[in-house]
Structures are given as structure tokens and as C-alpha cells.
């Protein structure tokens, strides 16, 4: 079964206005991380932010924040204020405690139009 | 700061020949190191990873193996590549910054197996 699932292949947003990346995980682990990446066209994998399932707020890094409902087992990212440069391929992931390993999503790819 | 450097950036090199990807870390000590890969428009897939010197974990058993001779060198290799080995091959550490669980990416390795 997956466990990270993006239902958004592709999103589109004009740029300054505020956009939602989906992002649902499935694990029976009480304790787990949830990721945020960002790969541009050039293929960096560049980290924006994390949300531990223990964490009692939601976690925020200048534009971008992540929505976590646990119950609903969602996190999904926003973006305030798009900026043509926010264009990119938007990768969720997930650490289940006690793995290394990172499960990544299949990805959303987005474009800020002008 | 922390920097990852990999090498070389992209790689074209004929099937049955043997491969050999470096990475390194600077700016911290006793990283845990991974390698990954991604396919064409897919998210990335764990292949090793080491928590310290002379100790790889193998996440998907197949044509690649991998060695950390030093505490911040991690090095993918084949003896001989296959068509199904080209793809996008990241390094990724992690162990310090505000949350150790966080991974951090680095360049990437575009191979392409002919």
C-alpha cells in the first residue's frame, strides 16, 4: 500500500495568490516525520519543512506552512504569496521512528503564472 | 555550515561498464548517509544508507553496492551497469541542523546507460 500520496500531478497558481499541495500518509507508527521538498528543473532536492506527528502546532518557514490533521492523516503544504521562482516539482515524504529510510511521494508539479 | 558535494554531475556510459559516484559532507561530523535514486518523473527510491564508517544498509537489493571509506565519504559503485541503472542518483545526510531527522540533498548525479 502507498504509503505518501499526492493526487495532484499538476497545479497552477497566479502569482501572489496562496496554493495548497496535498499530501495524505498512511502508517500505524504513533511516532513519524513528515517532509516537505522542493526540486527545481536543475534536480536539487531542497528541504522547505517539517512537522513531527508529535508536534502540537503546525509548523511555518516564511511562505510556507504545513496544514497537519492527524486524524485525517493530511499534510498538506501552503504556499502564501507564489513567486515565479516557487515554480517546481513539490515532493512530500515520510520517516516512520526507528527507519532511515524517507517515502516519497510520486510529487506535484507546479506553475506560478504571471 | 554544511555542504554535500557530489560527483560527477551527469554520466553517460555504455551498459556492462563499471560506475562509481562519490559523495562528500563538510561541516559536520558522523553523518548518516543514504544514496537514492529517481526514475524519469517519479519520486526517489532509498538504495543504501550508513549511520557511520564501513556500515551500509542496503534498501533494494540489485546491480549497485556501496562503501563509506571515510566518516564523511559515501561512494555508489557497480561492477557492471545495467539499462535499468540510469536515472537521477542523490546523496543525502543527515544528523545535525534544528531537527536530525532531517535529510539534506545534495547536487544530484545524472546518469544515463547506453
Known amino acids: 500500500a502507498q504509503k505518501i500520496t499526492q493526487t495532484q500531478p499538476g497545479m497552477f497558481v497566479q502569482e501572489k495568490e496562496a496554493v495548497t499541495l496535498d499530501c495524505t500518509y498512511d502508517?500505524?507508527?504513533?511516532?513519524?516525520?513528515l517532509f516537505w521538498y522542493k526540486q527545481p528543473s536543475s534536480g536539487e532536492m531542497i528541504f522547505l519543512i517539517y512537522?513531527?506527528?508529535?508536534?502540537?502546532q503546525n509548523a511555518t518557514e516564511g511562505r510556507y506552512s504545513l496544514n497537519f490533521q492527524k486524524a485525517r492523516k493530511s499534510a498538506n503544504l501552503v504556499i502564501s504569496a507564489s513567486q515565479l521562482g516557487d515554480s517546481a516539482m513539490y515532493f512530500c515524504?515520510?520517516?516512520?521512528?526507528?527507519?532511515?529510510?524517507?517515502?516519497f511521494g510520486k510529487g506535484t508539479k507546479l506553475t506560478v503564472n504571471p | 555550515s554544511q555542504t554535500i558535494h557530489q560527483w560527477p554531475a551527469t554520466l553517460v556510459q555504455p551498459v556492462g561498464s563499471p560506475l562509481s559516484l562519490e559523495c562528500t559532507v563538510e561541516?559536520?561530523?558522523?553523518?548518516?548517509l543514504y544514496w537514492y535514486r529517481q526514475a524519469a518523473g517519479r519520486g526517489l527510491q532509498l538504495l543504501f544508507y550508513?549511520?557511520?564508517?564501513?556500515?551500509i544498509s542496503s534498501e533494494v537489493p540489485q546491480n549497485l553496492s556501496a562503501s563509506r571509506p571515510q566518516d564523511r565519504q559515501f561512494i555508489l559503485s557497480s561492477k557492471k551497469l545495467l539499462l535499468s541503472d540510469s536515472g537521477f542518483y542523490l546523496c543525502?545526510?543527515?544528523?545535525?541542523?534544528?531537527?536530525?531527522?532531517?535529510?539534506?540533498f545534495g547536487p544530484g548525479t545524472r546518469l544515463t546507460v547506453l
Open positions: 515524504a515520510m520517516r516512520e521512528g526507528g527507519s532511515e529510510k524517507l517515502v
Open positions: 543525502a545526510w543527515s544528523g545535525g541542523g534544528v531537527n536530525p531527522d532531517t535529510q539534506y
Open positions: 512537522q513531527g506527528s508529535y508536534d502540537q
Open positions: 550508513s549511520v557511520g564508517i564501513g556500515q
Open positions: 561541516g559536520t561530523s558522523n553523518p548518516n
Open positions: 502508517t500505524s507508527d504513533p511516532s513519524y516525520g
